[in-house]
């Protein structure tokens, strides 16, 4: 009944950025370069770590999951926002912007617990090495694979299935792809159930999974501290600083985005592009680049 002398529609218009033609075709042709090589550095990354045997560790194995997982949020976003930039018909079907939209928050669900994992990973490895193998035995590293996985479309995804959005308002979309936050901005009725949603799952996911990460630094940094070889200090250093670089970059942006949104919801746009577009990018760089196994793989 509360629907019942709306006019729904079926598909969205992505506003994205500028509609200057220039400025459109600069943003066209980085976003193309960025792509490229977004898929070039985490196809390699993932090519080395599986064919060079030196590298099959719980440590590489995580990693590899985390460069395929870049290559699925950048091939789910960027793709619709290099159409959208260059496009000047910028309509796409709810379906498909539903679609993209859970694909999206399933992907980033499982980056969150991931990231956590590495941190436990890593302080495993260096809190207790004699047990690392035990603890961390491939045994364990696939149901781990599997509870990311199946953690984060149950908390993720499954309550917007539940409760699918229903549009009747205006169809313009301000953002490059389906992002949640704009959606809802559009949707209809009352939508206190999505937002009781996303402070649940943001307290699961962007605050539960930073406060893990936190402590197990925590105790990895007093376990470093009493190395009394310098050598071994700096390699376990080194180690733990890409890391902790990947988790500041990608829930620096998440917090601002779903925590902040009632203040920055006019930028969410430019926000998400640290996320979506610039820290698949990076992330292959920032690992390889600081670790002496893979520089010699």
Not at 12 to 24: H, P
Not at 152 to 174: G, H, Y
Request: overall charge positive; charged content about 10%; aromatic content about 18%.
């Amino acid at each position: 009944m509360e629907f019942e002398n709306q006019t729904f529609i079926n598909e969205f218009i992505l506003i994205g950025f500028s509609q200057n033609v220039l400025i459109r075709s600069f943003l066209f042709f980085l976003f193309y370069v960025i792509y490229v090589l977004t898929v070039l550095e985490n196809g390699f990354l993932i090519y080395t770590i599986i064919f060079v045997s030196k590298l099959h560790t719980p440590m590489y194995y995580f990693l590899c999951n985390l460069s395929f997982l870049d290559l699925c949020v950048s091939s789910s976003t960027v793709p619709q926002l290099l159409i959208t930039v260059l496009s000047k018909e910028r309509r796409i079907s709810v379906v498909y912007c539903l679609i993209q939209m859970n694909t999206v928050l399933v992907l980033g669900g499982i980056e969150c617990l991931l990231l956590a994992v590495m941190a436990y990973d890593r302080y495993i490895a260096i809190c207790f090495p004699l047990y690392y193998t035990v603890i961390m035995s491939w045994r364990v590293c696939r149901y781990i694979t599997v509870f990311m996985w199946g953690g984060s479309f149950l908390f993720s995804s499954a309550p917007t299935l539940i409760k699918p959005f229903v549009f009747c308002r205006e169809n313009r979309l301000d953002h490059f792809y389906c992002e949640v936050l704009a959606m809802m901005e559009l949707a209809c009725g009352d939508i206190s159930f999505y937002k009781i949603t996303i402070v649940v799952v943001g307290f699961f996911t962007l605050f539960s999974s930073p406060i893990f990460i936190l402590g197990s630094y925590f105790c990895i940094i007093l376990s470093i501290l009493k190395i009394n070889s310098s050598h071994g200090r700096y390699k376990a250093f080194s180690t733990c600083a890409s890391h902790l670089i990947v988790v500041f970059m990608f829930f620096g942006t998440s917090l601002t985005m779903y925590m902040g949104q009632a203040s920055f919801s006019a930028y969410l746009k430019y926000i998400s592009l640290n996320y979506m577009v610039f820290t698949p990018l990076l992330n292959p760089l920032i690992y390889s680049l600081r670790n002496n196994e893979v520089k010699e793989a």
